[in-house]
């Protein structure tokens, strides 16, 4: 006797996701394939975010997974290993945007263009990951401020440029205000003004968090207290040599 055919309603819904979306991924795949031999393939230019949301059948979270993995895994194709480096980064942050539009609490776009993609040692590609973390921390500055101390930490020891470390820095003091936020990040700001040997924007910036009433934690005002010394300190020995 033949078995009964099991109704589309019944099939779980991530089966159906997965099937929709390699569906859509393959089509475009052999669409760009070059058969003769292995190459390394084009990433395809992102789908409009209302076609993902269609196919993603109510669930955008397990749709945004997906594509994902299927994103990080894209520089491992059959009979070649793509470096990264040699990736398309305006269609990869493409894509990692309509990841975060599907799923705006996720995180691991953002850690994969931080600990991933940005560690490529192509300047230029750096920089492209630095800014689209940048814009995407201004969306949600206080679950994405790890991401921006990350930039931080690259623009000014491994890109050596230290406006662009400041102009992070300053916006994460500025939007990253959640009680989540721990204060050394928000003091990133002072770091980067005295190694441009901007002592007097960082003094005027400690006395404004100690005159703010902001930070309230004895440790956190003995330590800004006790940095604001130090600055004096230096500022007047360096006078008193000249």
């Not at 058969?35 to 955008?60: F, K």
């Not at 190694?195 to 703010?212: F, N, R, Y």
């Amino acid at each position: 006797m033949l078995k009964r055919e099991r109704p589309i309603r019944e099939i779980p819904r991530s089966v159906l996701i997965g099937l929709a979306l390699a569906l859509v991924l393959q089509i475009t795949w052999h669409s760009m394939r070059v058969p003769t031999h292995a190459t390394a393939e084009g990433l395809p230019a992102p789908v409009p975010n209302e076609q993902l949301r269609a196919i993603s059948l109510g669930d955008p979270i397990a749709l945004a997974k997906l594509m994902m993995l299927w994103l990080q895994a894209f520089d491992n194709q059959p009979g070649i290993s793509i470096p990264f480096k040699d990736l398309d980064y305006d269609k990869v942050t493409g894509w990692m945007e309509l990841i975060l539009e599907l799923d705006p609490r996720g995180q691991y776009p953002l850690l994969a263009a931080s600990r991933v993609y940005g560690e490529v040692p192509v300047e230029g590609k750096q920089r492209h990951m630095l800014d689209f973390v940048y814009r995407q921390f201004l969306l949600d500055p206080n679950r994405r401020w790890p991401w921006l101390a990350h930039a931080i930490y690259v623009a000014k020891h491994r890109l050596k440029d230290l406006p662009l470390a400041l102009k992070y820095a300053r916006a994460m003091t500025l939007y990253a205000r959640g009680d989540n936020v721990p204060q050394w990040a928000r003091q990133m700001e002072i770091y980067v003004l005295e190694d441009m040997g901007e002592a007097e924007g960082a003094k005027v910036l400690i006395g404004g968090l100690l005159e703010s009433g902001t930070i309230t934690d004895p440790h956190e005002i003995r330590f800004l207290t006790e940095r604001l010394k130090r600055i004096e300190e230096e500022k007047s020995n360096s006078s008193g040599d000249h």
